[in-house]
Structure formats: C-alpha cells, structure tokens
Nanobody, 123 residues
Framework: QVQLVESGGGLVQAGGSLRLSCAAS????????MGWFRQAPGKEREFVAA????????DYADSVKGRFTIFRDNAKNTVYLQMNSLKPEDTAVYYC????????????????WGQGTQVTVSS
C-alpha cells in the first residue's frame, strides 16, 4: 500500500514556474513507477509525465515536453514535477500516481493516486 500526498500547487501568471511535490509513504517507493496526471474542468484526466522506478527514464505528454521536468528522490520518497513557461491551458488539478507493474511509457495501470493539487495559470 502506498499513500501519496501532493503539494506545491497555486496561482501563477503565464510564463511563470511552479514545482509540485508528491510525498509517498511506504518502504518500497523506489520500486514504483511514478506519474503525474491532470484534469481540467469539464475534461478527462490526462497523462502529463512519468518516471521509471530507478529514475533515469522519463516520458512526457507532447503538450508539456520541453517545459515540464519530472524527477524523483528515492531517499526522500518524493517525486517532483518542475513546471516552467506555464500557460493558461495548464490550469488543472494535478495528481500524482504510482504503479508497480507496467513500463513508464505506458500511461495506464496506475494503482495508487493522491488527492490532487490545484494549479491555476492566469493570462
């Protein structure tokens, strides 16, 4: 069992930056592929980024490539999402997720989810 708690959301102007954090409970955090997803009002939840259990492999949605970076610190049981050059269309609730099975480049199969953190980008 893994519990995930996101933080770091807020209100930022277009062009600004935010760093989201996701703290995980449990001793086996380093075994999990971690992902970030987002859901905007009236839209389905969508994949944003993922990172393999060991850290060197990452995958991104086309809409955030070159602007967002996912990284993890297994010693701190934490995964991060650095978001730069934010756009109003990035406004959404951002969720952290974890899975034990399935490659990092497959955006399905996540077993555990956090409660989400709101990111609002003003124009």
């Amino acid at each position: 069992q893994v519990q995930l708690v996101e933080s770091g959301g807020g209100l930022v102007q277009a062009g600004g930056s935010l760093r989201l954090s996701c703290a995980a409970s449990g001793r086996t955090f380093s075994s999990y592929t971690m992902g970030w997803f987002r859901q905007a009002p009236g839209k389905e939840r969508e994949f944003v980024a993922a990172i393999s259990w060991s850290g060197p492999n990452t995958d991104y949605a086309d809409s955030v490539k070159g602007r967002f970076t996912i990284f993890r610190d297994n010693a701190k049981n934490t995964v991060y999402l650095q978001m730069n050059s934010l756009k109003p269309e990035d406004t959404a609730v951002y969720y952290c997720a974890a899975k034990l099975r399935g490659a990092y480049y497959i955006s399905s199969g996540y077993d555990y989810w956090g409660q989400g953190t709101q990111v609002t980008v003003s124009s």
